[in-house]
Every structure is written in structure tokens, then in C-alpha cells.
């Protein structure tokens, strides 16, 4: 595991993104497929409804999931730029170190969950049909939070030494494991809601496992890993510094997701609610593979960047952005030609099909647009520049959606159907302040060529 990291300096960038970008758009897809199967299997095996409990508890899991992204990206974006230094020692003191965090941070949030569970259940809205689902699906998710923490942990680390086949697997496995046993208990043991959330846990400790053994495998087995540990709190503050901006994306989600759960609840009611929720975890599959090509792009790049290869840098974000809009023109098409047939696989509900069709042609009608969005943030996060990362993470839902979804529905009498109009006009707002701020730094990138 010292050399293999070379290759990402010296073979063809596009062979790069294309290899990496194979493998992580596979593992981020299966990612999302999770969620997209998740809701057909809870949609068919409990009732639609039992989806938009689900849905009411997004933005707390995108919370569970921004401290877990902030220790991966954090983590794995050191990591490449000590191996694009030949520091070794570093990048090994970086993973356990890594690994120790993600620890704390998963028990403080499941102590801090259970004992404010009821209140933020109030907070999230779970009332009515919605309460005993919402509040029994978190009673058993939340001791999965660990699990899916330290399986991405491992997935990012393998991921930025090279090794694409051991960061696909760890997810693969927890993966699978999510959806065949959502299938078995649901619909063979029948343990309802559950079952579902239980699978959550059972599957990321075994990839958890998995993880661990091939981390250890790889360098040599324990006492090589532990000989490189290096207590130093200046990794520490890297990781966080760097991985705030995907804690900052997270959070942001959530809040965004809050506001907008409410606003859909008081302007259309339950049908309206579940409809959205429907359809948030389809759209998570299209986003997901998105995030493939950003964490196919990330290694390659910090590397080269720390190593001062410019022309290889521009090239990682050339292809890269080239495969993520082509991903995203795909949301595109399926939103503006066939939504009302995607949607329809999930629900046959007739009222909370037309809404969740219409809801899903206003989120993907310039969904080719949101690769440029994330793979500006991701850049600036891949090359140690936390600040600008961590806005062009959280300006579009804190400054641009939440206002929109807070104001426009009012400004015309109260139509929950101008709420939908939110998504393009951010969208097309989003993709115009990426732009100018990533050409501006890629013009001024200062080394000289790879």
C-alpha cells in the first residue's frame, strides 16, 4: 500500500477518472440503490405512507450522514495529499486517527438522539399517522450510525490509496446486505418497520468488519499500523478542516429538507408530504452517482495538486465534469419524458402520484446542471482550500433554496404548485456562482506544468 499510490501521478488522467470513476459510480449507485429499493420494498411490504414517516426523518439521517462524510472526505483528502508528499507515516497516523473520531462522534450522536428523541420528532414534524412509524424506525436506526460511518470511512481511505476494488467492496457488501435483508424481513418474517431499520445495523457491522481485516491486511497487519500512529492533533484539525464542508453540505440538507417538509405539509397536506418523501429517495439514487464521479475525481486530483502538476489537475476536472453532466442529462431525460412512469413503479396511489410526478419533473429539468455544482465544492475540498468548499456547499440550500420555499408559495396565494418552481431557479442560480469561482481559481492555479 506505500507505492501503489504513484500511478495517480503518472498514467493517463483520463484512464484515471474513467478507472476510479467505474468504481466509485458502482459503489455510490449501490449506495442509492439502497434508498430507491428501500422505498419500493417499504412502499409494497408496509404501506406508502410508511415511506413518508421515512421521509420526515431525512434531514436528521443527511445530519448522521454530514458527520460521517466529515470524517471520510476529511480523511481521505489528507491522506492523498501526504501520499502526493511521500509521507508515508502521515497518511497511516491519518487512519487511525480517523477511525478514532468517527467513534466519538457516532456515540455522541446516539446518546444526544435518544435522550432528545422525542423532541426532535416534534421538531421534524412526526405527528399523526406519522409518529409511532417515525419514532420506532429511529429507536433501532440510530445504533447503525457507527456502522455506516466507519464502512465509509474504510471505503474512502482504500479509495485514496488506489485500492478501487476494496473501496468498492466494503460497500457492495453493506449494500447488499441492506437490501436483501430489508426483503427477508419485510416480506418473509413481516417485522414491519423494524426490520427495516435493524437491517441498517446488522449490515453495516459485518462490512464494518470486512473493512477493518482489509485495512489491516494491507499494511502489513495491526503492528505495522499501529508502529506509524502519531497522536497529532495538527491531522486532527486537518481532517475536520477539509471535511467540514461535506458536515456543512449535510447540515444544510437538512435544514433545507426541514423547511421544505413543512412548508409541502401546511400548504398540501399528508399527500403532499408523502409524495415529496417518495420522491427525495429516488432522486438520491441519480445524486448518489454523481458523487461517484466527484470521489473518482478527488484522489487524482489532490495528488497531482499537492505534487504541482497543473496540467493534470485541469484535466481531472475537464473529464470529470464531462461524466458527471452526462449522468445528470440522464436525471434530465427522466424528469422531463418519463417521470410519471418512474414515480409510478413506487406508488399506485393516484392523488400522491400526480403530485410526486409533478414534484419529480421540477427537481431533474436541469439536473445536468448539479454535476458542476458538486464538483466545484469538491474541488476546492481536494485541494485544502476548506472555506470556499465549505460555501459552495451550503450557499445553494441555506441562500438560495430556503428562501425561495419560504417565500415564493406566498408571494402567489398560498400554491403548494409554485413551490416546486424552487429547484430550477436555484439550480440555474447554483450552476452561474459555481462556475465563475471555479474558473477563477482553476485560471489561477500558480505551479507550473505536470
Known amino acids: 500500500?506505500?507505492?501503489?499510490?504513484?500511478?495517480?501521478?503518472?498514467?493517463?488522467?483520463?484512464?484515471?477518472?474513467?478507472?476510479?470513476?467505474?468504481?466509485?459510480?458502482?459503489?455510490?449507485?449501490?449506495?442509492?440503490?439502497?434508498?430507491?429499493?428501500?422505498?419500493?420494498?417499504?412502499?409494497?411490504?408496509?404501506?406508502?405512507?410508511?415511506?413518508?414517516?421515512?421521509?420526515?426523518?431525512?434531514?436528521?439521517?443527511?445530519?448522521?450522514?454530514?458527520?460521517?462524510?466529515?470524517?471520510?472526505?476529511?480523511?481521505?483528502?489528507?491522506?492523498?495529499?501526504?501520499?502526493?508528499?511521500?509521507?508515508?507515516?502521515?497518511?497511516?497516523?491519518?487512519?487511525?486517527?480517523?477511525?478514532?473520531l468517527t467513534i466519538v462522534i457516532s456515540i455522541l450522536l446516539i446518546v444526544s438522539t435518544w435522550i432528545f428523541?422525542?423532541?426532535?420528532?416534534?421538531?421534524?414534524?412526526?405527528?399523526?399517522?406519522?409518529?409511532?412509524?417515525?419514532?420506532?424506525?429511529?429507536?433501532?436506526f440510530i445504533y447503525s450510525i457507527p456502522f455506516t460511518a466507519m464502512t465509509l470511512l474504510s471505503s474512502a481511505i482504500f479509495r485514496a490509496y488506489g485500492k478501487l476494488n476494496l473501496s468498492m467492496l466494503v460497500i457492495l457488501i453493506e449494500a447488499g446486505l441492506i437490501i436483501g435483508l430489508d426483503a427477508l424481513l419485510v416480506f418473509v418474517f413481516n417485522t414491519g418497520i423494524v426490520g427495516v431499520a435493524a437491517s441498517n445495523g446488522i449490515a453495516g457491522g459485518v462490512a464494518t468488519i470486512v473493512g477493518i481485516i482489509l485495512l489491516f491486511k494491507v499494511n502489513g497487519g495491526k503492528k505495522a499500523l499501529k508502529s506509524a500512529l502519531k497522536w497529532?492533533?495538527?491531522?486532527?484539525?486537518?481532517?475536520?478542516?477539509?471535511?467540514?464542508?461535506?458536515?456543512?453540505?449535510?447540515?444544510?440538507a437538512a435544514i433545507f429538507a426541514l423547511v421544505l417538509n413543512r412548508t409541502a405539509d401546511q400548504l398540501g397536506g399528508d399527500e403532499a408530504l408523502t409524495a415529496l418523501g417518495t420522491v427525495t429517495r429516488i432522486i438520491v439514487f441519480l445524486f448518489f452517482a454523481i458523487m461517484g464521479v466527484n470521489q473518482a475525481m478527488q484522489p487524482v486530483l489532490s495528488y497531482n495538486y499537492t505534487a504541482k502538476k497543473s496540467d493534470r489537475v485541469k484535466?481531472?476536472?475537464?473529464?470529470?465534469?464531462?461524466?458527471?453532466?452526462?449522468?445528470?442529462?440522464?436525471?434530465?431525460?427522466?424528469?422531463?419524458?418519463?417521470?410519471?412512469?418512474?414515480?409510478?413503479?413506487?406508488?399506485?396511489?393516484?392523488?400522491?402520484l400526480d403530485d410526486a410526478t409533478l414534484i419529480f419533473r421540477m427537481q431533474l429539468v436541469l439536473y445536468f446542471t448539479v454535476g458542476l455544482q458538486t464538483l466545484s465544492a469538491t474541488y476546492f475540498q481536494a485541494i485544502g482550500n476548506a472555506w470556499k468548499s465549505f460555501f459552495l456547499s451550503v450557499f445553494k440550500p441555506l441562500l438560495i433554496l430556503i428562501p425561495l420555499v419560504y417565500f415564493l408559495p406566498y408571494i402567489v396565494e398560498n400554491n403548494i404548485l409554485i413551490l416546486w418552481w424552487v429547484f430550477p431557479i436555484a439550480d440555474a442560480l447554483a450552476t452561474a456562482i459555481c462556475f465563475f469561482m471555479l474558473r477563477s481559481s482553476v485560471k489561477s492555479i500558480p505551479f507550473a506544468q505536470g
Open 1 to 100: 500500500m506505500n507505492s501503489t499510490s504513484e500511478f495517480l501521478g503518472t498514467e493517463s488522467v483520463h484512464k484515471l477518472i474513467l478507472k476510479f470513476g467505474t468504481f466509485s459510480v458502482i459503489t455510490m449507485l449501490a449506495t442509492g440503490a439502497v434508498s430507491m429499493v428501500g422505498t419500493l420494498i417499504v412502499s409494497r411490504g408496509i404501506d406508502i405512507h410508511a415511506v413518508g414517516a421515512m421521509g420526515i426523518l431525512f434531514p436528521l439521517i443527511t445530519v448522521y450522514f454530514g458527520f460521517s462524510q466529515l470524517v471520510a472526505i476529511g480523511s481521505a483528502s489528507y491522506i492523498s495529499r501526504m501520499l502526493g508528499k511521500k509521507e508515508q507515516a502521515e497518511a497511516k497516523s491519518a487512519i487511525l486517527i480517523a477511525y478514532a
Open 117 to 140: 428523541k422525542e423532541q426532535i420528532l416534534a421538531f421534524l414534524g412526526a405527528d399523526g399517522d406519522y409518529e409511532e412509524t417515525s419514532r420506532t424506525y429511529l429507536s433501532v
Open 232 to 252: 497529532d492533533l495538527g491531522i486532527l484539525k486537518n481532517i475536520s478542516s477539509i471535511g467540514v464542508s461535506a458536515l456543512g453540505r449535510g447540515l444544510a
Open 315 to 352: 484535466a481531472s476536472l475537464k473529464y470529470a465534469l464531462i461524466y458527471a453532466s452526462l449522468i445528470g442529462l440522464v436525471g434530465t431525460f427522466l424528469g422531463i419524458f418519463i417521470p410519471h412512469h418512474v414515480v409510478g413503479v413506487f406508488t399506485s396511489n393516484a392523488d400522491i
